[in-house]
């Protein structure tokens, strides 16, 4: 059994899709990442599969016989396609943990540009996040989307940590020559609601951050303009 690409392809990048019918297995080696996205119609069966066949045990590399009466076809792409979109996906261990690690890095640092100390109005550092979570048991699911995840956090760690989640309102008046730059920090650090100028090329901006990012920010555009810019917030 050769898995295409090989070379290209760790052991947490393949998994096995399962269909059964008339109570029998059927099985397709695929790429784990391609394989959900083709399932939800984001990619081609063609990216996801790794084997040009149907097996009735992957692991055992048992070829399927008899798939023109099954499927009413012996074409191993459109067999393949059913498997996907109508059987379940066997994420292996190494990918979920793969998929989990990735998440929790994305999670970790989501929730970190939120959340700031009640008392400072400092950002939490990242690591006292992490100890919050073991504390309160929560487990990063990869099952679960990162949206889905922080909103459940900011929920919980208030619970078992002196943190808020605030949003700011920073509205910057910037003369002509730093406008460009000005946009592009803004961009990059949150929302912009909107913009004005001024008679003299300058330009007031208006754009709502995670608190999180607040001095980081501010630190850029003081330095940005060596104080010449001016920087006012309100709390949203």
Do not use: C, W
């Amino acid at each position: 059994m050769n898995i295409l690409n090989k070379s290209e392809h760790k052991k947490a990048d393949y998994s096995v899709a399962r269909l059964k019918k008339d109570g029998v297995n059927y099985e397709i080696i695929v790429d784990s990442e391609a394989a959900i996205k083709a399932k939800k119609g984001e990619a081609s069966v063609s990216e996801a599969i790794l084997v040009s066949k149907i097996f009735k045990d992957a692991k055992k590399g048992d070829v399927s016989g008899n798939l023109d009466e099954v499927f009413g076809t012996d074409d191993v792409m459109v067999i393949a396609e059913e498997i996907i979109k109508k059987g379940e996906i066997q994420l292996s261990e190494e990918y979920r943990k793969k998929i989990t690690d990735l998440k929790k890095n994305q999670v970790l640092e989501a929730i970190a540009t939120k959340a700031v100390d009640p008392t400072t109005h400092y950002p939490v550092p990242r690591q006292r996040i992490e100890l919050a979570l073991e504390q309160a048991k929560y487990k990063i699911r990869y099952e679960k989307t990162v949206d889905e995840q922080v909103k459940e956090l900011m929920n919980l760690l208030p619970t078992v940590m002196p943190v808020s989640f605030k949003e700011l309102m920073l509205t910057i008046t910037s003369p002509p020559q730093f406008s460009g730059q000005v946009f592009s920090l803004l961009k990059n650090a949150g929302e912009m609601v909107g913009q004005d100028y001024l008679s003299d090329g300058g330009a007031i901006i208006k754009a709502k951050i995670p608190a999180g990012k607040k001095n980081e920010l501010v630190d850029k555009l003081k330095s940005l303009s060596h104080g010449i810019i001016k920087i006012m917030e309100a709390e949203l």
